[in-house]
């Protein structure tokens, strides 16, 4: 049984379908969902030829379980990569757009220079970002704040006018509260390994040059050409010709424990309309503050640990305009530090960065607000919440025409929080939950928030049902044994 039907729970369902016939292991699978569509925040619009993103619009290239999972499902030709520009995106400071320097993500040396000319830091401010190649290396054990590293490694001026809103932006977060280990791991390893983040990442850049491939060559971010919400049809019609039943409208109101028989569990999970399914394995692909609620009663301390997993509240509002383009309207959009003290966490031109998004006449843009600390702006109603955005796009870039088309899109607790210590709790919390073979908890809550690390985290929620079912007596191998 598969409670949830968002990403993570249907890409659970359609790697333990592959991983049991491997096995050749009979099984059947249902997938629970309350809401009456699947997908999660997976949520693509199309009016007319405006096609719009509520939740993600893409996904990063580099974490190979997005495309992996596409390519499976015969979407590999729908991937799009992001459109050809000179200029990628801008970053606010001091109420004007400044160029974002290429490659700062990559951190490459070469790279860097084109901070000379983005007037974004003072001479200061680019001497000690330089010197980071010379920053000793961090200690090995403990946590650190995203905040805390950055300014190490780099300085309080790169990191408050820069990296913040780039790195704590995706989570949607306060930098002095997250994790580098839990958000940002890689960082964390480039710094043991190699002393230095720029010298990691020019470690890594040789490697992957070095290597060749016959796949298409990718853009950091893709997407598809019809929207994300195509990977959901594909996932939910793949599972229903597998044989996997899909359940929409399907609240799961509790969750009990019985002994089926020595040293085996049947899990019975009850329903709002007050029925009950039975299963011997139990995946709850479900928000941490939803897990907490059903594991609770079975182990307190597994519920203390969920509570522990906070979530902020965000909101996306798409508009189209006319499109007569102002000279900061170039590229993909632009971010906003902390610091500038906005509603506004970022915007995309949408229709800039993607084809097929818009008619050629219209600007679609995507602009965010809410996040930690910042979420009262979420208490307007969708007439006040666009014209506070508007507002902030015509002071900004010069954006004075009314939109032809507004969509506002909600997420209350929709982006968790990997706060100080969260790999540790995560830790406990699995120590938690083993006393019960056969249950288990995956979902953005726990190892990554983005497309693929859900992916990624259902095919381990997977491999350890089956392994679980393969390791109880040879009655579960030689008849059907019902999962949900």
């Keep these: 049984m ?15 379908q592959e991983k049991a016939a491997k096995a050749d292991l009979p099984i059947h699978c249902t997938v629970l969902e309350s809401d009456p569509s699947w997908g999660g925040k997976i949520v693509t619009h199309r009016v007319g030829e405006i096609v719009t993103e509520a939740g993600p619009d893409s996904f990063l290239s580099q974490k190979q379980a997005g495309l992996d999972l596409c390519m499976k499902l015969g979407l590999a030709g729908q991937l799009i990569n992001t459109n050809e520009t000179g200029k990628k995106a801008c970053v606010l400071y001091k109420g004007r757009l400044h160029d974002l320097p290429e490659g700062l993500l990559s951190f490459v040396p070469k790279q860097l220079r084109s901070f000379f000319r983005s007037g974004l830091l003072t001479w200061t ?3 000690r970002m330089g010197l980071e190649l010379a920053v000793p290396r961090g200690p090995s054990t403990g946590d650190e704040s995203l905040a ?21 932006g995706i989570y949607a977060g306060d930098a002095e509260q997250m994790s580098l280990r839990a958000t940002f791991p890689r960082f964390f390893e480039l710094e043991q390994r190699h002393g230095s983040i720029v010298r990691g990442m020019m470690a890594a850049k040789k490697v992957a040059s070095s290597v060749s491939t016959d796949q298409p060559r990718r853009t950091m971010f893709v997407s598809l050409k ?25 609240r799961v109101e509790a969750l009990r424990v019985r002994s089926h028989e020595l040293g085996r569990w049947m899990y019975d999970l009850i329903l709002q309309d007050g029925s009950a399914l039975s299963a011997e394995s139990v995946v709850l692909a479900t928000p941490a503050y939803v897990s907490a609620d059903l594991l609770r009663p079975l182990t307190p301390i597994a519920g203390g640990l969920l509570d522990m997993i906070s979530y902020a509240s965000t909101a996306t509002i798409a508009m189209a305009f006319p499109r007569t383009l102002t000279s900061a309207i170039e590229g993909f959009g632009f971010i906003v530090p902390r610091a500038e ?37 979420l208490q307007l109603d969708d007439e006040k919440l666009t014209t506070k955005v508007q507002t902030e796009l015509s002071a900004l870039c010069g954006i004075r ?63 350890r049902v089956v392994q679980d079912l393969l390791g109880k007596t040879d009655v579960v191998r030689r008849s059907t044994t019902k999962i949900g």
């Design 148 to 168: 805390a590293f950055l300014r190490r490694r780099f300085g309080a001026q790169a990191f408050e006018r820069v990296l913040e809103p780039l790195m704590a």
């Design 2 to 16: 598969i409670v949830g039907g968002g990403i993570s729970g249907l890409a659970t369902a359609f790697s333990l």
């Design 341 to 377: 003290q906005r509603h506004l966490l970022a915007a995309t031109w949408t229709s800039l960065k993607w084809p097929h998004r818009a008619p050629a006449d219209q600007l679609l843009v995507r602009c965010y607000v809410g996040g930690v600390g910042r979420e009262d702006i």
């Design 401 to 463: 025409a009314e939109p032809s088309y507004t969509e506002v899109n909600r997420w209350w607790k929709g982006m968790p929080q990997y706060r100080l210590g969260h790999l540790e709790r995560l830790t406990e919390l699995e120590a938690a939950v083993s006393r019960y073979p056969g249950l288990v908890l995956t979902g953005a809550a726990y190892r990554g928030v983005g497309i693929p690390d859900c992916i990624r985290d259902g095919e381990i929620a997977a491999e």
């Design 125 to 127: 401010g680019l001497a």
């Design 226 to 250: 019809n929207g994300l919400s195509d990977l959901v049809t594909a996932l939910t019609g793949r599972l229903t010709q597998q044989g996997v039943e899909l359940r929409m409208g399907a």
